[in-house]
C-alpha cells in the first residue's frame, strides 16, 4: 500500500507531460506488482540480467527503461523487448544497439548520456564528443536506433545550488543539439534527469522524465 501511495504522491507533484520511470533495480517482483497494479507502467533497471527475468515474469505491457552503464556484448538480451536505453555512452555501444536492433527488426529509441556530474566516475559525453558522432557519416547510416534526447546525473551531493547547475546545463546541451543536429527531429525531446532526491530541481529546470525509485519503493540494501 505503501507503494501506491507514494506513486499518487510523487505523481500528483509532478506535471502530466513529464514521465515517471519507476526505478525497480533490486525489488522483489510482488513489489513491482504493487506499483504495476496502482497503474504504473514505466519501469526502470539498470543491470541486463534483472532486466531480462523481471520482463519474463511481469505483464507485457510494461515499458522497460535501461537507465545504467549498459556493456556493448549484453546489448543482445534486451534488445527484443527495451523501450528505451538512456545511457548511450560511447559510439561503440550505439552501434551495438542499431545491429541488434536490425536483427530483431526494431527501431531502439535511445537517450545520450551527458557528464554533467563533478564526479569522475558517472558515465557520458562531453559536448564536443557527442556532436563529433552526431555529425559523422557513420551515425548518419545507422538505421534501427533512434536518439529521442538527452540523460543525465548530477553530483551526488546536499548542494543543491550545484545540482541545479548541472541540470541547467543538461538543458542547454539539449537545446544547442536541437538547435542544430536535430532541428528536423519532432521525435528529439526528452530530458531525463531527477532521481528520488533532486527531481522537483530537475522538473524545474526542464526535465521531461525524471527516474524514481527510493521514493517509491523504499530505500535498497
Ligand atoms: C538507481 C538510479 C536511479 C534512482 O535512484 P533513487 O535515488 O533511488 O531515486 C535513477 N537513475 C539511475 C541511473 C540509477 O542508477
Given at each position: 500500500m505503501m507503494i501506491e501511495a507514494n506513486l499518487q504522491e510523487i505523481s500528483a507533484s509532478i506535471p502530466s507531460s513529464v514521465t515517471l520511470v519507476?526505478?525497480?533495480?533490486?525489488?522483489a517482483q510482488e513489489l513491482l506488482e504493487e506499483a504495476y497494479n496502482a497503474g504504473q507502467r514505466h519501469f526502470g533497471e539498470n543491470r541486463v540480467q534483472e532486466l531480462e527475468w523481471k520482463f519474463e515474469a511481469l505483464p507485457k505491457d510494461i515499458k522497460w527503461h535501461m537507465i545504467g552503464h549498459l556493456q556493448s556484448k549484453k546489448v543482445k538480451k534486451i534488445a527484443p523487448f527495451v523501450?528505451?536505453?538512456?545511457?548511450?555512452?560511447s559510439f561503440k555501444l550505439l552501434k551495438t544497439i542499431n545491429k541488434e536492433a536490425e536483427k530483431c527488426d526494431r527501431i531502439i529509441d535511445c537517450l545520450i548520456q551527458f557528464h554533467i556530474a563533478e564526479e569522475s566516475t558517472k558515465f557520458g559525453f562531453s559536448i564536443e564528443e557527442a556532436e563529433e558522432m552526431i555529425n559523422s557519416p557513420e551515425f548518419f547510416s545507422l538505421?534501427?536506433?533512434?536518439?529521442i534526447g538527452v540523460m543525465g546525473m548530477a553530483t551526488f551531493t546536499e548542494n543543491t545550488t550545484l545540482i541545479r547547475e548541472e541540470f541547467t546545463h543538461l538543458h542547454e546541451i539539449f537545446n544547442q543539439l536541437k538547435r542544430n543536429q536535430f532541428r528536423h527531429a519532432s521525435y528529439f525531446k526528452e530530458i531525463s534527469m531527477g532521481m528520488s532526491g533532486d527531481y522537483q530541481i530537475a522538473i524545474e529546470e526542464g526535465s521531461t522524465m525524471v527516474r524514481v525509485g527510493s521514493a517509491i519503493f523504499g530505500a535498497r540494501n
Open positions: 519507476a526505478v525497480s533495480k533490486t525489488k523501450h528505451l536505453i538512456h545511457g548511450v555512452d538505421k534501427n536506433v533512434r536518439i
